[in-house]
């Protein structure tokens, strides 16, 4: 955007208003009155004659106000997508049962398609003109070319020939745009009329056309609108038949480049063993992950054995900093908490919201009847909506015959989904010691939510494998190509301890795995641990909740609430960073584990809530945010 530019759009957007446009093409003047409207000024001669004829003519002209800028550079130089993109022309149609995608269309315009296989990429270059076929034609001679994998073409459809899911992508070169400067602008309106009457119906069209067109925002960075200053008679013409007036608009306006470039879809980092494109196009802190955190249903019926044995191991005062915020305390010191009521639930959807998550991912370990109660509530809330929701299904339930129907629960609104639409459904496991014929239960069990959802027109659920923080890594890949999940959680893990040990031991723990999966080059959401304090536990054992070997009053991490705070930092700028994360998900391990000291939740405080945690999280996140706008200089 440049001065020249914007005063144009002024004198554009008054003319508009004056001469609207209609079905039948432009009518003629709205205030009764023509008027020619320019940029600069106009010739006294041609003024004087235009305002004296026996059909006058008026005048309106747009100028920057001569010395009236001030600087207001702020915002760091970064490339965002412009919002309006060439159309492309050629599009990639994936199919539901992910096996196979059908090129459709030609390219208008120059740019890259190709495929995804087992997580390995294969784009080839599309020039303008290029069809559908042609473009999977090319596709397919590279796929055969690299040989690690393979697919058939027919027409302009590819599929896989091994059963693995295979992805289409296409698009055109990407507009992109980043704001140089920016500067607050005064510009004047003059109006020259026959009469005052005129004057005034000129000086309305001016006023409704200028608040109306405040369209000058680049892609995600905001431009002041314009703003009414003053208004001045302007009489230094001395004909008697010119009525003047100078109407002055500021505006902060942005100034802008653009720039063309092979879009990158595909950021995995080694597309393939021949082809490497370059680095991710660039994000805007702004548009963050979704957080998820995974939450248990522990603390909302005192009928069930798994709340009675939470409420027996935190009943020591020791422990009164990790209650629920629904607990009693009785006389004796015994702690327990009556069956929630919606009000609870309801406090902590907006508390979760406040603190950035997106979803939550409920644990269906000890449900009972199908259903478990802290989810119930949810569901019921009017505040839902604020908070999606995903599902956690375990090995050890699927493998024991214990297969309640969760998915139906995927059809639902409120239910969690990734931007292509695929519902998120997490697989957890406890240890990897499983015979081939309990894998092959889990397998069919998978195969059966994926067939009823596609066979109902719905969207391939997202398979995530959730090892338990305690859980052997070493065969956690082997599993999920097994079972067919679609990726392994990074992060979801404890190393064994037997002395007191600083958070940012357990920290680094978690970042050096993520790293680590990412390496291997394996699928993967990253997991943040809120902790891990299992000394409740340790006083009062507890059959539900079995001791690791060599498990000790001592085997604990040190609690610091800005070093979890910091971690979920680091969670989120690696999820939209990394190429192995593909799902482009951050998880927090948990929001409410209060027995196993992983969580975020506000708790029960002396006198009220105590949301030191939830905030601690929330501010770091808008740290996060403003440091993109606002850098340090």
Not at 284 to 308: C, E, H, K
Not at 354 to 369: M, P, R, V
Not at 456 to 475: D, G, I, M, T, W
Not at 605 to 626: L, Q, S
């Amino acid at each position: 955007m440049t001065i020249a530019q914007v005063e144009q759009h002024l004198a554009q957007a008054i003319a508009e208003q004056i001469y609207p446009q209609t079905d039948i093409g432009r009518m003629r003047s709205s205030i009764g009155l023509d008027v020619k409207v320019a940029r600069g000024e106009p010739q006294q001669t041609e003024l004087q004659k235009d305002l004296m004829s026996l059909t006058p003519v008026g005048w309106i002209v747009v100028n920057q106000a001569e010395g009236q800028v001030t600087d207001k550079t702020r915002y760091r130089r970064d490339w965002r997508k412009a919002k309006k993109q060439f159309c492309f022309g050629l599009e990639a149609v994936n199919a539901r049962d992910g096996f196979s995608t059908t090129f459709v269309g030609t390219a208008q315009t120059d740019g890259v398609a190709g495929i995804e296989i087992e997580g390995i990429s294969y784009p080839v270059e599309v020039k303008k003109g290029q069809g559908a076929t042609l473009v999977a034609q090319k596709i397919s001679a590279l796929v055969a070319s690299i040989g690690r994998s393979t697919c058939t073409c027919i027409e302009s459809t590819l599929t896989s020939t091994t059963g693995t899911v295979l992805i289409g992508k296409a698009s055109g070169r990407l507009l992109l745009q980043r704001e140089t400067g920016r500067s607050d602008v005064s510009f004047i309106i003059s109006l020259y009329a026959p009469s005052i009457f005129h004057r005034d119906s000129m000086e309305k069209a001016v006023m409704d056309a200028v608040l109306e067109c405040n369209d000058f925002s680049l892609a995600q960075v905001d431009t002041g609108n314009f703003r009414f200053c003053g208004r001045k008679l302007n009489n230094g013409n001395l004909n008697a038949n010119v009525y003047g007036l100078d109407l002055e608009w500021r505006a902060e306006i942005a100034f802008s480049e653009t720039l063309l470039t092979v879009p990158v879809m595909w950021t995995t980092g080694v597309v393939n063993d021949i082809l490497t494109l370059g680095t991710k196009e660039g994000l805007n802190i702004s548009d963050l992950p979704p957080l998820g955190a995974f939450r248990q249903d522990f603390w909302y019926n005192m009928t069930r054995s798994v709340d009675q044995q939470c409420a027996t191991a935190l009943s020591d005062v020791r422990w009164s900093d990790r209650l629920p915020i629904n607990t009693l305390t009785s006389p004796s010191g015994s702690v327990s908490w009556p069956v929630a009521d919606q009000a609870v639930m309801d406090v902590e959807i907006r508390s979760a919201v406040q603190c950035g998550l997106s979803f939550w991912i409920f644990d269906t370990k000890f449900w009972l009847d199908g259903k478990g109660d802290d989810f119930s509530l949810y569901l019921s809330s009017v505040q839902k909506n604020a908070l999606k929701f995903s599902l956690l299904v375990h090995f050890e339930q699927i493998v024991a015959g214990h297969q309640p129907e969760y998915e139906i629960y995927l059809n639902d609104p409120s239910c969690f989904l990734f931007g292509d639409g695929r519902p998120l459904l997490c697989l957890g496991m406890g240890s990897v010691d499983f015979s081939l014929s309990e894998v092959n239960i889990v397998v069919d069990y998978i195969r059966k939510i994926r067939k009823e959802k596609l066979s109902e027109n719905l969207s391939n659920p997202y398979v995530l494998l959730v090892p338990s923080p305690v859980c052997a890594q070493s065969e956690i890949e082997h599993m999920r190509k097994k079972v067919g999940a679609d990726a392994i959680v990074a992060g979801n893990i404890v190393r064994p301890i037997i002395e007191p040990t600083p958070y940012s031991d357990l920290a680094t723990s978690v970042k050096n795995d993520w790293q680590e999966k990412e390496k291997n080059g394996s699928p993967i959401i990253p997991v943040a641990m809120m902790g891990w304090d299992r000394r409740p536990l340790v006083d009062v054992p507890q059959a539900l909740f079995p001791l690791r070997e060599n498990e000790n009053r001592d085997s604990f991490y040190e609690e610091d609430i800005e070093a979890c705070a910091e971690l979920v930092r680091d969670l989120l700028n690696f999820s939209r960073n990394s190429g192995s994360v593909s799902a482009k998900v951050g998880l927090i391990n948990a929001w409410n584990d209060f027995i196993e000291g992983t969580w975020l939740a506000p708790t029960r405080g002396d006198t009220d809530m105590d949301e030191t945690r939830v905030m601690c999280v929330a501010h770091k996140i808008e740290e996060i945010k403003a440091a993109d706008i606002f850098p340090d200089v």
